[in-house]
């Protein structure tokens, strides 16, 4: 079974500050993943999906990076702002899963002015 | 463009009474669509999935059931409520090739 971790749990940062969040995998046989975002009371809203053949994919200010064979993605957000404040979620799907995602816990993140 | 709705938004209902959540989506055709539960403190959890019309499967064994009776349509119910059913309900629907999910606004389930 697929288990997702995203370290750190929490992170706190001050406004302009590039943010560093991380995914680790244990099933390296994915057929990609993707990074979603969500806000209090709200739904997922899809930021970065990343193909099993791709090192990365970029958005904007967003780059998301993907090492498949160690089972591990970050997710860069450079010059932070507060409107960058929710929680990260980082969901692989297993090949030949009919596009299941396995969620990890999230990482809650806070940007201050 | 595509666009997918949830219904109710809320809910509070009492321990045993009937439910039903409806999702549709709109501009694609032959969706995979999924149910999700987000409860209190946990992570998100995969609970059915349709790969088309009445093709059902379930990822995790509870007093829940889903419908597809339509192409474009997911359907989210039980026959009691349990206290452990509360919860928040997300729809999600993916495109074939990528793969790529979309998910909808959820409905807020509080069992009572």
């Known amino acids: 079974k697929q288990e997702v971790t995203q370290i750190p749990a929490a992170l706190s940062v001050p406004e302009g500050e590039n943010l560093v969040l991380n995914c680790s995998f244990t099933d390296s046989a994915i057929y990609n993943l993707q990074w979603f975002r969500q806000d209090p009371g709200k739904g997922l809203t899809s930021l970065l999906l990343i193909q099993s053949s791709q090192r990365e994919q970029t958005s904007g200010r967003l780059n998301a990076s993907l090492d498949k064979s160690s089972g591990r993605s970050t997710l860069y957000i450079a010059a932070s702002q507060p409107g960058d404040s929710a929680t990260y979620l980082c969901?692989?799907?297993?090949?030949?899963?009919?596009?299941?995602?396995?969620f990890g816990a999230g990482t809650q993140v806070v940007v201050t002015p | 463009s595509q666009t997918i709705h949830q219904w109710p938004a809320t809910l509070v209902q009492p321990v045993g009474s009937p439910l039903s959540l409806e999702c549709t989506v709109e501009g694609t055709s032959n969706p995979n669509l999924y149910w999700y539960r987000q409860a209190a403190g946990r992570g998100l959890q995969l609970l059915f999935y349709?790969?088309?019309?009445?093709?059902i499967s379930s990822e995790v064994p509870q007093n829940l059931s889903a419908s597809r009776p339509q192409d474009r349509q997911f359907i989210l119910s039980s026959k009691k409520l349990l206290l452990s059913d509360s919860g928040f309900y997300l729809c999600a629907w993916s495109v074939l090739d990528s793969g790529e999910q979309y998910f909808g606004p959820g409905t807020r389930l509080t069992v009572t």
């Open positions: 349709s790969v088309g019309i009445g093709q």
């Open positions: 969901a692989p799907a297993l090949t030949d899963s009919w596009g299941k995602l396995q």
